[in-house]
């Protein structure tokens, strides 16, 4: 019978030390891998730490990606952090960004965090925001009561 380290890399494409090494096998809906690990079904990343650290996360501790590949699993690109960490991380790598309504503009991109970024884009975006909200309520049939 082949040990749980075997059939879990069994599921991984490993490359290079430096590169991704992504998982082959089930994803769950926001795109991680998972996997049954110790009777749970749990992202494929947190396993392979677990894996390779011989230790279990620590509570209210997360594993993070340094790579932003969903399905890496490679344990030099994974490290231990908080929500915190990873919401900074992802401000900081503009993965926290949306998008406007109009999908054609790349301008249009926004975070709630951009004033401590951008502040000069920021206030530009915003009166763009204001002028299209401004124009959508004039021209909508809908009330809307603020108080």
């Known amino acids: 019978m082949r040990s749980i380290e075997d059939r879990f890399w069994s599921k991984v494409d490993v490359k290079e030390e430096g590169e991704c090494w992504l998982w082959q096998a089930s994803q769950g809906a926001h795109g991680y891998g998972q996997y049954r690990f110790r009777g749970i079904v749990d992202k494929a990343h947190r396993v392979a730490w677990m894996i390779s650290s011989g230790e279990a996360v620590p509570g209210g501790k997360w594993v993070l990606h340094k790579c932003d590949n969903r399905l890496c699993v490679n344990p030099r690109h994974l490290q231990l952090g908080d929500a915190q960490d990873s919401v900074s991380e992802s401000v900081n790598k503009e993965r926290a960004s949306h998008r406007d309504v109009d999908y054609g503009d790349p301008e249009g991109l926004r975070t709630p965090f951009q004033p401590t970024i951008e502040p000069g884009p920021y206030n530009e975006r915003a009166a763009k925001w204001e ?17």
């Open 131 to 147: 002028r299209t909200a401004d124009f959508e309520l004039r021209n909508s049939t809908e009330i809307c009561l603020v108080g």
